[in-house]
């Protein structure tokens, strides 16, 4: 789980085509890396099937930097990690 921060900087940068020093924790999708609606989607599927994990679409209002999307996926991982306890 150490690496989940790194892998997912480096999942978004691939997806929106953008060095991944650009992705920093608090840099704006939308605003400041340029990310459209179908790029957000993207990046919730690549991240639900990197992790296999399933983040509902009303999530998606939440994923708007990199500090953000971290959080959401640790807590869907968590709660993955839970139910097999």
Same mark, same amino acid.
């Given at each position: 789980?150490?690496?989940? &921060? &790194?892998?997912?900087?480096?999942?978004? *940068?691939?997806?929106?085509?953008?060095? %991944?020093?650009? #992705?920093?924790?608090? *840099?704006?999708?939308?605003?400041?890396?340029? #990310?459209?609606?179908?790029?957000? !989607?993207?990046? !919730? /599927? /690549?991240?639900?099937?990197?992790?296999?994990?399933?983040? %509902?679409?009303?999530?998606?209002?939440?994923?708007?930097? !990199? *500090?953000?999307?971290? /959080?959401? *996926?640790?807590?869907?991982?968590?709660?993955?990690?839970?139910?097999? /306890?």
């Amino acid at each position: 789980m150490q690496n989940i &921060e &790194e892998e997912i900087k480096n999942l978004i *940068a691939e997806i929106i085509e953008k060095d %991944p020093g650009q #992705v920093t924790p608090e *840099a704006k999708f939308f605003e400041d890396l340029g #990310v459209d609606s179908m790029m957000a !989607l993207e990046i !919730l /599927a /690549a991240i639900e099937k990197k992790y296999k994990i399933s983040i %509902p679409e009303e999530k998606l209002a939440q994923l708007t930097t !990199l *500090a953000q999307t971290i /959080a959401v *996926a640790k807590e869907y991982l968590a709660q993955k990690e839970g139910s097999h /306890a």
